[in-house]
């Protein structure tokens, strides 16, 4: 590993808490599933803040499966089984609707991920960076959070982590400072992923028996994040 | 139709929310959209003359722009938005253009029916 990253653990206690704020279901299955999974497993507490149920997703299984009805019950069943994977131990549906969060009254979008900071205190957020993040739910999401964190005196601030991938993510904020070696929690990984099977439908090629192969582990065994000053 | 500018496009928004509006909404990919391009979906949809009040809206990003309407039970949403209609005073007239001028979505509201 490059000795100029940090990883997540060596910067927060074993036994505290993780906050997770996100947009949609399957946004914490590939980028994050295992950093989660790893601090659990070594004691740590995980809430995973979902802002919507996806309900406005495209994908609906070949054939559909699904219709814009169905598809948030669907969604709903999917991350659960995601975060059981992980082994989240507080799931929170927040309620938002899909699309619209950067639209949303910023005093109720940001009143409610500032009431969970103050009720969870975690020693870690992680969200979406700014700007860095394709969908405008993502970047929304996380423009709202560093906005509430910033509410806090800055002594009480919770470290930010985030996470990006904008063509230019990596021209302007630089390499992620962190990198999290997840290697020993691809079983829990590839289980969040394929949870979400209305979305990932080429996933489910990747049987449980191939996760020892080396490309798997290439791929998914390490997960980078950039510390977002706050 | 001049291209939006956002802040004026903002205060339209404000000027009209909590009214009873007439909505259209459209949007369409071209009806010959799989006579040109056989890999292309063809679809449209419109709903014309709705009735409509939000009590929140505003519009974003960097051009072609996003426009989100809350409403007491529920959202409108429009992406691609790249016109406005100068010479409305009135009515709130936003379209999103292609490459080829042509009209790929629709966002128009106004007191009276269109």
Known sequence: ?230 | MLLIEPTLIQQRIDDLQDQDLYIHLEMTTGAYAAHLDSTKHPAATFISNATLRYIHGSISGEGPYRVGLKTEKGWVYSEGLTHYEETEQERLILAGHDTQGKLVVALQLSKEPF
């Open chain 1, 1 to 230: 590993m490059d000795n100029n990253k940090k990883t997540t653990f060596s910067l927060i206690p074993a036994d505290s808490r993780i906050l997770v704020v996100l947009p949609h279901p399957d946004d914490e299955a590939f980028s994050l599933s295992g950093t989660l999974a790893k601090h659990i497993a070594q004691g740590g507490q995980v809430t995973y803040a979902c802002l919507t149920l996806g309900e406005m997703g495209r994908n609906m299984g070949i054939p559909p499966f699904t219709n814009r009805i169905g598809l948030p019950t669907i969604r709903k069943g999917e991350l659960e089984k995601s975060a059981e994977a992980i082994g989240i131990q507080d799931l929170r549906m927040l309620g938002f609707h899909d699309k619209t969060i950067e639209f949303e009254v910023k005093e109720v979008l940001d009143g409610t991920i500032y009431d969970l900071i103050v009720e969870l205190k975690p020693s870690l957020i992680v969200t979406f960076s700014p700007g860095y993040s394709v969908h405008p739910d993502h970047d929304a999401t996380g423009a709202a959070v560093v906005r509430a964190v910033e509410r806090l005196p800055q002594s009480e601030r919770p470290l930010l982590h985030t996470m990006a991938f904008s063509k230019n993510c990596y021209a302007e904020l630089g390499q992620p400072d962190i990198e999290n070696d997840v290697s020993d929690f691809l079983e829990n990984k590839m289980k969040s992923i394929q949870a979400h099977r209305s979305q990932f439908q080429a996933v489910e090629m990747l049987g449980q028996n191939k996760l020892k192969d080396k490309e798997i582990k290439e791929r998914f065994g390490k997960e980078r994040f950039w510390t977002h000053s706050v």
